[in-house]
């Protein structure tokens, strides 16, 4: 009996390379007379560029060229927004290199092409440029107010979303209780370890692009329909890729100008952005105000839900960035029943870099506004934040349940993760210690803070995408071929970046075709390679990528069965499939699947028709969204005299359906965990009133160390995916949707008794002692 | 241009430098030691993280003239006859690694906080690795890798 692969705790196959340094990283490329790039950006917020004169670069030592935008104006198209989701949506032209006016600190107004990096760098000192001010845009509030300056001569708004389900206005009449509270979602700049980098070469004719991508195929297309270079002359590459989080699911100002440059010049360009440059130029997250209110029975039963939100889109809508706030617009109403349930988004130009999807993308901003709010019902009817949950959830017999919103849930088990949650919390004693440290009015309080959270994962149906106006589909491709000499290579569609996908699609073969998890090999990243795919975000690899991988082997095992059928010499229907092989039914004649590959190589026997080789290729399109969910629960200490906030445990027990490697899940649940702690407790992107970011370091914009972080105890529930044959849900977005409120709940909770219902993220020790001595006051 | 001599993952290099050139540059984009990455610009992150001598040191914030007579062992020559060093085999046993950017880093730093104390406490390994971001794991993996990356090294001296 062999072991099932999926669901053991395999060691990555991909960690010798990374572990040794023999890595591929777009910036260790070289290539012979290779070419660096440098980009002169923009110090105003917001100005328009009355000179600009690159000839004093031109001529420096090293210098082989130098570029205004006015240079690229005949070839460089706009930067594509890709989803414009409300009807509504103004998508402003958006050069990659600004020519007349620009709109954001860091926004490229010209470039520099030379020997190395550093002389490069000298060559951008002795580029002039004359900035006309313009004012800066930089409040959404203010910004839709009469009279105030505009960011595009459209206007500053972007888009008015609405969405009415329900009979809202009778669900808030005479409602015996109404909470109403304005959330703050600050701008977080999402810092994948690897800095972005490009490398484009040319042989005169086609090109090949490497790029720290997550998404090398929409990136071809992309490239295609912005410069009008023709698709099938360009080569997407996206070798090593040191993280991403979304901030690389994007279509960058800089991989466009690469492309033209090497065009222009014939030559290999690279261009690799140092970390402040990211910070300024990365796209960013978050960004919302948040006005919700929620109308309740006096038993704590939801009536209903309206939410109202104002979304910073930046400057420009770049890839997906008006289509993200509206991933929300199905998620507020989370894993709760109510009556009605408004949701309204007006999305805001202001002269800041534009935001666009950060892990989770929009479901991270509603499971926040939400379950902040569920804990502000709790304490408006002295309930336990548990309680008032239990009594609004989707119970575990009424699944599958279509909710307010019109999703459709297919499994989940709330009661389930709660009840393991709280148990391995030891939630009642936390609750015991509370108690006793106010009654003694410590200075240290317990917070407890809850968070039931679920997400609308595995992106997605294409015809979804296609009923709300996306420009792509959402399902995935995978190819699987049997060697000659047996071994297994797998294409897969969907781009890693750290989640394991090798380890992980080697399991699904391993089990599908019954070969020895290290004769197989996974290969993706690269048009040429992986011809077809839509990469890697929204928690889809293997929920849509994995399938189609599945969906492959099944292929490749019909093909099996039919060719060893007619070597055996009997019906398909006499073999059993045991073990990676075919058995004549009742005796020991078999084929293994190395010997059937063989014989489809060589193709000296094939029945008729058949053709060559052991391989298949499938796609696969999901007909709904996974669901994951969980609860989530965090102890912190406050010292009150300091406004420190300490994590002192947090329990997390999620419900991602069928798991194929425990290792891999807990590791993605760790990193989400920590991300939406530092949201909670770390992070902001903050502008000054002229504009300029000041989070342009990392001494500057706090990413959490080991030393700010606690251990986080995991476990799960197990409510497979229906939408699936492998019954699985995705992890990947789940830890940062759900932890950030379970954070502020507890911190909120801490100082309950004190006056305090909010404090606005992140709680830093400044933030929560200026609001104790609010309470104080 | 000055001219330095460096030993690197155990071969001598004999190179000319702008003054002005960074260590970690001089080891990937000279020397063609692309193991060690760059992850800012700050010395934040510490990805670039090397022993210089023996002890860690950020690449990114030395001149490659200041390393002149100095032996140098990056990410690619921590470990011996071609197999690797207990602290990376201790990562991989814990998959304290994702992406893998911030790793060459993170396990030069692990190795020389064993220096000082080699039967670190959780709380002596988060703040020895400070100076080591990464944005994947979390840490909890990381903390467990260097617990175990040091009894194996505690294991491997004391056996005779």
């Known amino acids: 009996m062999t072991m099932q692969e999926v669901g053991q705790p395999r060691r990555r196959k991909e960690d010798p390379r990374l572990l040794t340094g023999r890595t591929q990283w777009t910036d260790n490329l070289a290539r012979p007379g290779l070419l660096h790039v440098m980009f002169l950006r923009s110090p105003m917020a917001h100005a328009r560029i009355s000179r600009i004169d690159v000839s004093g670069a031109r001529g420096l030592p090293g210098v082989v060229a130098a570029f205004s935008g006015r240079d690229f104006e005949a070839e460089q198209g706009s930067l594509p927004c890709a989803w414009p989701r409300s009807p509504d949506t103004i998508v402003p032209d958006h050069p990659p290199m600004a020519v007349s006016e620009v709109r954001y600190v860091g926004e490229a107004v010209a470039c520099v092409v030379a020997t190395d990096r550093y002389r490069a760098a000298d060559a951008l000192e002795a580029i002039e440029v004359d900035y006309e001010p313009l004012p800066a845009v930089l409040d959404m509030r203010q910004a839709l107010s009469d009279g105030s300056p505009s960011v595009h001569e459209s206007g500053n708004r972007a888009f008015t979303f609405r969405s009415t389900h329900g009979d809202i206005e009778a669900a808030f009449r005479d409602a015996p209780v109404v909470i109403d509270r304005t959330y703050v979602q600050q701008r977080l700049i999402p810092s994948a370890m690897e800095p972005r980098a490009v490398m484009c070469e040319t042989d005169g004719e086609s090109f090949t692009l490497y790029s720290s991508t997550q998404i090398p195929h929409i990136l071809k297309v992309m490239l295609a329909l912005v410069t009008g270079v023709p698709e099938h002359t360009i080569r997407v590459v996206a070798p090593d890729v040191g993280g991403g989080f979304g901030s690389k699911l994007q279509v960058t100002a800089e991989e466009v100008l690469c492309l033209l440059l090497a065009r222009k010049l014939g030559r290999a360009v690279k261009w690799t952005e140092s970390r402040s440059e990211g910070n300024l130029t990365v796209h960013h997250g978050r960004d919302q105000l948040q006005h919700i209110r929620l109308a309740a029975d006096s038993d704590g039963r939801i009536r209903g839900l309206q939410v109202e939100l104002l979304a910073d889109m930046g400057a420009y809508l770049v890839l997906l960035t008006p289509a993200v706030p509206l991933l929300g617009a199905q998620m507020f109403n989370a894993i709760y029943k109510m009556d009605a349930y408004e949701f309204a988004c007006t999305g805001v130009f202001t002269t800041k870099m534009p935001t666009d999807a950060y892990r989770g993308a929009g479901r991270p901003e509603a499971t926040y506004g939400i379950e902040r709010i569920m804990d502000e019902l709790a304490a408006e009817l002295r309930q ?254 406050v010292d009150t005299e300091t406004g420190w906030v300490k994590i002192r445990s947090y329990v997390a027990v999620d419900d991602i359906g069928k798991v194929v490697n425990p290792l891999i899940v807990d590791g993605q649940l760790h990193g989400g965990i920590a991300q939406g702690v530092a949201q909670a407790l770390f992070e902001e992107a903050v502008y000054d009133s002229e504009g300029n970011l000041l989070t342009t370091t990392m001494a500057d914009y706090l990413l959490p160390s080991a030393a700010d972080l606690p251990n986080f105890t995991l476990d799960r529930t197990e409510s497979p995916a229906t939408s699936n044959p492998l019954g699985v849900k995705g992890v990947g977005e789940a830890g940062t949707i759900a932890s950030t409120p379970a954070v502020v709940n507890a911190v909120v909770d801490a100082l309950r008794p004190r006056g305090i219902n909010d404090i606005q993220m992140p709680c830093t020790p400044e933030r929560v002692w200026r609001a104790l001595e609010g309470g104080r006051a | 241009m000055p001219r330095i001599t460096v030993t690197v993952d155990g071969i001598k290099y004999e190179e000319d430098v702008e003054p002005r050139l ?117 840490y909890c993996n990381i903390v467990r890798a260097v617990r175990r990356g040091a009894q194996e090294m505690g294991q491997a001296v004391s056996t005779p």
């Open chain 1, 384 to 637: 336990d934040p548990l309680e008032v949950r239990r009594r609004n959830w989707i119970k575990q017999e009424e699944f599958p349940f279509t909710t307010i919103s019109g999703l459709t849930y297919d499994s989940g088990n709330y009661e389930a993760a709660t009840d393991r949650a709280t148990a391995m919390f030891g939630y009642d004693k936390l609750r015991a210690e509370q108690a006793d440290r106010r009654d003694r009015g410590d200075p240290v309080q317990l917070g407890i803070g809850v968070s039931t959270y679920t997400e609308m994962c595995g992106l997605g149906p294409s015809r979804w995408f296609g009923q709300n106006n996306a420009g792509a589909g959402g399902w995935e491709h995978a190819s699987v071929r049997v060697l000659a000499t047996g071994k297994v290579e797998v294409i897969t569609g969907s781009t890693p970046h750290g989640q394991g996908h090798v380890t992980a699609w080697s399991q699904i073969v391993a089990d599908a075709l019954g070969v020895p998890f290290d004769d197989i090999t996974v290969l993706y990243g690269d048009t040429a390679i992986s011809p077809k795919g839509l990469d890697t975000y929204g928690s889809r690899s293997l929920t849509i990528g994995g399938i189609a991988v599945l969906k492959a082997c099944d292929k490749v095992r019909d093909k099996a069965r039919k060719l060893a059928a007619h070597l055996l010499e009997c019906s398909p229907d006499d073999l059993e499939w045991e073990a990676g092989a075919f058995k004549v039914r009742g005796t020991e004649s078999q084929q293994t699947i190395q010997e059937l590959a063989l014989a489809a190589f060589t193709g000296h026997a094939l029945p008729d028709g058949a053709e060559p080789r052991l391989d298949s290729d499938a796609t696969f399109d999901p007909e709904n969204f996974s669901f994951p969910h969980g609860t989530h629960l965090c102890a912190v200490e």
């Open chain 2, 22 to 138: 960074l260590l970690v540059h001089l080891l990937r984009e000279r020397l063609g030691k692309t193991g060690t990455p760059v992850g800012c610009d700050t010395s934040n992150c510490g990805a670039c993280t090397i022993m210089l001598d023996g002890k860690s040191a950020k690449s990114c914030s030395v001149l490659a003239v200041q390393a002149d007579g100095s032996d140098i062992v990056t990410i690619e020559g921590l470990g011996t006859n071609g197999s690797m060093h207990p602290m990376q085999r201790a990562f991989h046993e814990e998959h304290a690694l994702q992406c893998g950017y911030c790793t060459p880093g993170m396990v030069m730093a692990a190795v020389d906080l064993l220096r000082d104390d080699p039967e670190p406490s959780e709380e002596t390994i988060r703040h020895g690795l400070e100076g080591n971001l990464c944005r994947c794991t979390g």
